[in-house]
């Protein structure tokens, strides 16, 4: 399975770091590249204000769902079946926990700078390093 993600990540990113910006620099593809940029503006614009609140239900949703799953599983079936959550390795969830917190300072980082902007200061504030 690991193997399958990291495949696609690769084909992703050689998709969006090297053809894409090719593809784009073309007459021909100009225009559809910026009809994406226009939906994905609008796709922004829809979501603005939620982007947090609906990550962090999908967190606690996922996290409902795999301790359901580890607790009602073998009610239901009868049979008793491994746990979901011992299937994770034990290095992975550190790195689980720091990259839903990353979400989540992202999108708060987002709605930061979207309400300086609102407040009319024009422009966000330069971010502390």
Known sequence: MLLYISI???????????????????????????????????VRAKFAGIKQKLSSAIV??????????????????????SSIAAQVPSWAWPLILIAVTAVLKYFRDLADKRHEIELGNGSPAPQEK
Not at 8 to 30: G, Q
């Open 60 to 81: 606690i949703a996922a996290s409902a769902i795999v301790s359901g799953y580890d607790f009602f599983a073998p009610i239901v079936g009868g049979v008793d079946v």
């Open 8 to 42: 696609a990540a690769t084909l992703v990113a050689i998709y969006w770091f090297w053809i894409r910006p090719i593809l784009k620099s073309r007459p021909a593809f100009r225009e559809l590249y910026q009809e994406e940029e226009n939906f994905l503006a609008a």
